[in-house]
């Protein structure tokens, strides 16, 4: 279904998309997750829509030819950019926080972009920003949240009164190292130690580690991914929130941007990640395993993922959001950037303040992150 608002004043001209295949605009990728194979995959195997509380509610401003994925939301579960806090005001004062707006690839913490079409112009983002703030008023949502943008855009919107808020992410850098062990010789000879030693205790625990690449993620792997995927979230009292079914859609029409790294024990896979990857950058998404083993997940999630980007001549490898745990294996602190609108003006100044005193907090943190590093002298 299209929404059509040509009623509406020129500078509010959209159209609302209730699926990504609706648009007729040509949609270009610009990462595996900013890609239309993904997100219909997640339209398609009914990942989002149904009762899941994500509703695909995509903008498009044909004005500008830009399309911008986005969701109706029942809950804040998915999205990383946390307003809980928010949420139990608005309860307090016995108003509705959901549903709300979101424009961000569901599940997915990737900073970059979150449109497709023509680049951000400072006219589009204006349009853009009055055409949120009718969709709230016109269907009585409380707020748009626009999780991890780049901070161009982030600019833009807040020049056009939005609220942006900071977060920090770990991510690892390639500075033209030839091996792992060329990485390694960055570190302090303690911490070196240590590295080395992890990774001998979590091989000790399997037989082999294997990579599987396009054509070689068959069914047979996958499945077996999958029951540690979701065998990992059965010991948290949860369910993962893609299906089996959304992971082979993307393996028979993405598999060339897939990395599957298993662990595997007396020919059965007990662990395993499941990484994405382009030119540039490597992003580790999803980890499971049957049984805990000592060091296995910094293994397959952060230490098999350097040497892949290592040996393809990747330059930023994502291993996922939030734990400073990453920091002593080399990944360094990023800033992250969303952008935020809520209706209501008075919620609206007390959050504002908040985000400019969060801004401030984050900064500090993220300094102090850096003193977490392994490395002998700051990069």
């Known amino acids: 279904m299209t929404i059509n608002k040509n009623a509406l004043p020129k500078h509010c001209n959209y159209l609302l998309h209730s699926s990504i295949a609706h648009s007729e605009l040509e949609l270009n990728a610009s990462s595996p997750f900013h890609n239309p194979v993904f997100l219909r995959?997640?339209?398609?195997?009914?990942?989002?829509?149904?009762?899941?509380?994500?509703?695909?509610?995509?903008?498009?401003?044909?004005?500008?030819?830009?399309?911008?994925?986005?969701?109706?939301?029942?809950?804040?579960?998915?999205?990383?950019?946390?307003?809980?806090?928010?949420?139990?005001?608005y309860q307090r004062y016995g108003l509705e926080y959901y549903p709300k707006l979101v424009t961000m690839q569901p599940f997915t913490p990737i900073a970059g972009q979150k449109h497709f079409g023509k680049a951000l112009t400072d006219s589009a983002v204006a349009q853009l920003a009055d055409s949120v703030v009718d969709i709230c008023q016109q269907q009585h949502l409380s707020s748009w949240h626009c999780n991890f943008i780049e901070q161009t855009f982030a600019e833009q919107l807040q020049d056009n009164g939005m609220m942006t808020r900071h977060g920090v992410q770990f991510e690892w850098h390639n500075q033209?190292?030839?091996?792992?062990?060329d990485y390694l010789t960055r570190f302090t000879s303690r911490k070196r130690k240590t590295t080395n030693k992890e990774r001998r205790v979590a091989r000790?625990?399997?037989d082999e580690i294997v990579w599987r690449m396009g054509k070689e993620i068959n069914d047979q792997a996958l499945e077996a991914f999958y029951f540690c995927y979701q065998t990992t979230y059965m010991k948290r009292g949860q369910k993962g929130y893609l299906s089996l079914s959304f992971f082979q859609q993307l393996a028979k029409q993405m598999s060339e941007n897939m990395l599957?790294?298993?662990?595997?024990k007396d020919q059965k896979i007990v662990?395993?990640?499941?990484?994405?990857?382009?030119?540039?950058?490597?992003?580790?998404?999803?980890?499971?395993?049957?049984?805990?083993?000592?060091?296995?997940?910094?293994?397959?999630?952060?230490?098999?993922?350097?040497?892949?980007?290592?040996?393809?001549?990747?330059?930023?490898?994502?291993?996922?959001?939030?734990?400073?745990?990453?920091?002593?294996?080399?990944?360094?602190?990023?800033?992250t950037y969303s952008s935020h609108y809520v209706a209501r003006n008075d919620f609206s100044a007390a959050i504002n303040a908040f985000c400019i005193e969060e801004q401030q907090y984050i900064a500090q943190y993220a300094e102090q992150c850096k003193k977490l590093l392994p490395f002998k002298t700051q990069p």
Request: include cysteine.
């Open 41 to 89: 995959a997640l339209e398609q195997q009914v990942c989002v829509g149904a009762n899941s509380g994500w509703q695909p509610h995509h903008i498009e401003l044909p004005d500008h030819q830009l399309l911008f994925p986005s969701y109706l939301k029942s809950h804040s579960y998915g999205e990383y950019v946390f307003d809980w806090a928010w949420a139990d005001a």
């Open 176 to 181: 033209g190292y030839a091996s792992f062990e």
């Open 204 to 206: 000790s625990s399997v």
């Open 260 to 264: 599957l790294v298993t662990a595997e």
């Open 271 to 335: 662990a395993s990640a499941l990484f994405f990857f382009d030119q540039e950058n490597l992003y580790g998404r999803y980890w499971g395993c049957l049984q805990e083993l000592d060091m296995l997940h910094f293994e397959l999630c952060f230490y098999q993922g350097i040497e892949f980007a290592i040996a393809k001549g990747i330059q930023r490898f994502n291993p996922g959001t939030q734990g400073e745990h990453k920091l002593y294996r080399g990944f360094e602190p990023v800033t």
